[in-house]
């Protein structure tokens, strides 16, 4: 099931755009990595997401670019491209402009992999060195002044040896003193720059089934504390899942639940996953407990939706051609196979006018989670 709704992040200003100030491209499969500048358009600027399997070409082709035209580039290694979690290929947004660096945080700052392994004393027990981790990764991209996406990264620690893969490259011409210029980042925060991309409004989409018409009995929180449901609607919180049909009639542990709240004067939900709640005994029985980072309130209103094990682990096999002049962004589905040329028999497909990716730890808008297999957020330009 495919659910969508229009979030007003934005409306167009055909006037304080310029034309061919911008060209979007995405590659599924490609048999190399070209990023040739376009014809339409005199770049400054160069922001390129790519799967692990083509990083290392990329990465070469990002210094050519930045030694031989004084191009600024900014380079992040992604799980997945548009559409549908595809794991093979690249996404290319070019600018008339440069990009605006906001903060930089350099890798090894976070990985402390290279530092040795304490010795024992011969008294106290040494654990063993740790040969497997993730790290919090964040690139942040401010597209206007009210929106920003915050994308997690791709593990390339097998393709580059970096756990994450993630840098820029300043042009000569940028007197601005930016340290982290040429260096293995953790984090990166970038603005696109202003009256250079005319971003509509934006369409999300989820993979959500209703448990309850929220429209014939809204459901209100009545007891809370921090991110616990005690009561909704006077009755325990638990027993609006327990007594689900539509959950409990699945059986499968692979289902996932996820809820919408809704704060008094705010127009937009937030979104949180229910990670525990209800069974055994005891004062905690009937609670539910969702996102740690939920703030939940009195007075707050819910929503209760499920993912079922076929929409979570299978996306739709054909190629999305309505995908274009927009930026997507995804929460990929999990990689359950080694097939990196999903949907296509491995032909190398261009998509003109569109620039995305996806992550399997999933992204936010403005602070708001997209973190379910196959939410997508589109936004027109």
Same mark, same amino acid.
């Given at each position: 099931m495919i659910r969508s709704s229009w979030l007003g992040i934005g409306r167009r200003l055909s006037t304080l755009a310029r034309a061919n100030a911008f060209y979007t491209k995405t590659t599924l499969n490609p048999q190399? $990595?070209? &990023?040739?500048?376009?014809?339409? &358009?005199?770049?400054?600027?160069?922001? $390129?997401?790519s799967t692990p399997t083509q990083l290392n070409e990329?990465?070469?082709?990002?210094?050519? &670019?930045?030694?031989?035209?004084?191009l600024q580039v900014v380079v992040a290694g992604v799980d997945s491209v548009v559409?549908?979690?595809h794991r093979n290929g690249i996404s290319e947004l070019w600018l008339d402009e440069p990009i605006k660096i906001e903060e930089s945080t350099q890798l090894e700052e976070k990985d402390r992999k290279h530092e040795h392994p304490k010795q024992s004393d011969g008294i106290h027990i040494v654990t063993a060195k740790e040969?497997?981790? @993730?790290?919090?990764?964040?690139?942040?991209?401010?597209? /206007?002044?009210? /929106?920003?996406v915050r994308l997690s990264l791709a593990n390339t620690v097998f393709q580059t040896h970096h756990l994450v893969t993630l840098f820029y490259f300043q042009p000569s011409y940028i007197q601005e003193s930016h340290n982290n210029s040429?260096? @293995?980042?953790?984090?990166?925060?970038?603005?696109?720059p202003e009256s250079t991309i005319n971003f509509g409004k934006a369409q999300s989409f989820?993979? %959500?089934? #209703?448990?309850?018409?929220?429209?014939?009995? #809204?459901?209100?929180?009545?007891?809370?504390?921090g991110n616990l449901v005690k009561e909704i609607n006077r009755k325990p919180a638990a027993k609006f899942l327990e007594n689900n049909d539509k959950l409990m009639n699945i059986g499968s542990k692979d289902t996932q639940v996820f809820v919408k709240l809704y704060k008094p004067n705010q127009? &937009?939900?937030?979104?949180?996953? $229910?990670?525990?709640?209800?069974?055994? %005994?005891?004062?905690?029985?009937n609670m539910l407990a969702i996102s740690p980072e939920a703030k939940l309130s009195i007075g707050d209103r819910i929503e209760f939706f499920m993912l079922t094990p076929e929409d979570r682990f299978n996306p739709n096999p054909e190629l999305d051609t309505t995908l274009q002049n927009g930026f997507v962004f995804e929460c990929s589905y999990e990689n359950v196979t080694y097939n990196e040329t999903f949907g296509n028999d491995g032909e190398t497909i261009e998509m003109q006018n569109l620039f995305g990716c996806g992550s399997e730890k999933g992204f936010k808008l /403005? /602070?708001?989670n997209f973190a379910s297999a196959g939410e997508r957020l589109l936004i027109d330009t």
């Open positions: 190399q $990595v070209s &990023l040739t500048p376009p014809s339409q &358009l005199s770049p400054k600027s160069l922001i $390129v997401l990329v990465i070469g082709r990002s210094i050519d &670019l930045h030694q031989e035209h004084d559409p549908h979690s040969n497997w981790k @993730t790290i919090d990764s964040n690139f942040d991209i401010t597209l /206007n002044l009210k /929106n920003k040429g260096q @293995t980042l953790s984090d990166l925060a970038i603005s696109l989820d993979k %959500w089934t #209703p448990l309850y018409d929220s429209e014939s009995e #809204p459901l209100l929180i009545l007891k809370c504390t127009e &937009l939900p937030q979104k949180f996953e $229910v990670i525990a709640g209800g069974g055994g %005994w005891g004062a905690k029985a /403005n /602070n708001i």
